[in-house]
């Protein structure tokens, strides 16, 4: 099982960095009709109990995997699938 701490993109801290603020800029931007400050709380309190719930999946695994590797590897691949999802609905936040 990966560290806590690697990067599942396999880029560099310094990329990771750069994605991580330009998708934090997504959501300074304000879907149509929608009061700006609202929208972008809104969109901010989704990412961080994702991103939450991710951490927290991810540290169970770890503790876990010794004794059910299948089933980690299987809640693994949902994690990934959960946070590649949250990314693209992140892409798309303004559309």
């Given amino acids: 099982m ?3 701490n690697a990067n599942p993109s396999g880029e560099s801290q310094d990329g990771f960095e750069r994605q991580a603020r330009e ?3 997504l959501l300074k931007v304000t879907p149509p009709g929608d009061h700006p ?3 972008e709380h809104l969109g901010n309190g989704v ?3 994702i991103a939450g ?3 927290d999946i991810r540290q169970t ?3 876990h995997h010794d004794m059910a590797p ?3 590897h299987r809640v693994m691949e949902y994690t990934q699938q959960t946070a590649d ?3 693209k609905w992140l892409r798309t936040w303004a559309g």
């Fill in 23 to 25: 998708l934090a800029e």
């Fill in 37 to 39: 400050i609202v929208a």
């Fill in 61 to 63: 695994v770890e503790i």
């Fill in 47 to 49: 990412v961080l109990y």
């Fill in 53 to 55: 719930a991710l951490s």
């Fill in 85 to 87: 999802l949250t990314l």
């Fill in 70 to 72: 299948v089933a980690a």
């Fill in 2 to 4: 990966p560290s806590s």
